[in-house]
């Protein structure tokens, strides 16, 4: 099965800062990668994801980069705000998820405590 | 519009009780997903339920851990004699069917408290 580890554990910036947040992923054959920004006391919240057929994706403030061959996958946020500190979470898929099928059975890092200090 | 709702918001029961944890997805998804999620920990898949299919039960941990989807909307998830192991918060989430909506919506979750 995939296998998803994800670094740093914390990660504090003074506001305006960039933050970048890495995850490495075992199955090569997966081709969709979320990103989830959980909230104290609320579920995770998608806020940015990438397909294997590009290798980078902006909204924003937000960016991820993708890297098949190295098999990992990078959440960067250019001048953060104290809002975004939260815990992110990124994801994989198992190799049999199709892209436009439901079947996402995701396999989730152990999250980032992002900190932003005003 | 609503989004997935789960209730109780918070459970605390005794060791060796059965407990039922209720997710409301949102209208419309046919996929619907359990996790779970230990304090300072990431999500763990439990089991996976998309339509009329036979759910993926791959990730539960036990027998104790049961679910049910009715009528393909609303699911329950029990977990039978609760050991104290079993204190966590388990969110649910739903997903659209429709070709391309990957996204995954998720509860608030339900913290479950074993004493």
């Known amino acids: 099965g995939e296998n998803v580890e994800q670094h740093p554990s914390t990660l504090s910036v003074q506001e305006g800062d960039s933050a970048v947040i890495k995850c490495t992923y075992s199955?090569?054959?997966?081709?969709?990668f979320p990103w989830y920004k959980q909230e104290l006391g609320k579920g995770p919240q998608l806020i940015i994801d990438?397909?294997?057929?590009?290798g980078e994706k902006k909204d924003q403030r937000i960016a991820v980069t993708l890297n098949k061959t190295a098999k990992h996958f990078s959440l960067h946020i250019t001048e953060t705000q104290p809002e975004d500190s939260a815990v992110y979470f990124c994801a994989a898929p198992p190799s049999s998820y199709a892209g436009g099928t439901s079947y996402g059975k995701l396999t989730f890092g152990q999250g980032t405590i992002l900190t932003v200090h005003p | 519009g609503a989004g997935v709702s789960q209730s109780p918001s918070n459970k605390v029961t005794e060791k060796g009780k059965d407990v039922e944890l209720r997710c409301d997805p949102i209208s419309g998804h046919t996929a619907l997903y359990w996790y779970r999620q230990s304090l300072g920990q990431g999500l763990e898949f439990l089991i996976y339920?998309?339509?009329?299919?036979?759910?993926?039960k791959s990730g539960l941990p036990s027998d104790r851990f049961s679910a049910e989807r009715t009528g393909g909307s609303v699911s329950t998830l029990t977990i039978q004699r609760t050991q104290q192991e079993d204190s966590a918060v388990y969110l649910c989430?739903?997903?659209?069917?429709?070709?391309?909506?990957?996204?995954?919506?998720f509860g608030p979750g339900t913290r479950l408290t074993v004493l």
């Open positions: 199955d090569s054959a997966s081709n969709y």
């Open positions: 990438i397909r294997s057929n590009v």
């Open positions: 989430a739903s997903s659209s069917s429709l070709a391309g909506a990957v996204e995954q919506f």
């Open positions: 339920f998309q339509g009329n299919s036979a759910p993926d």
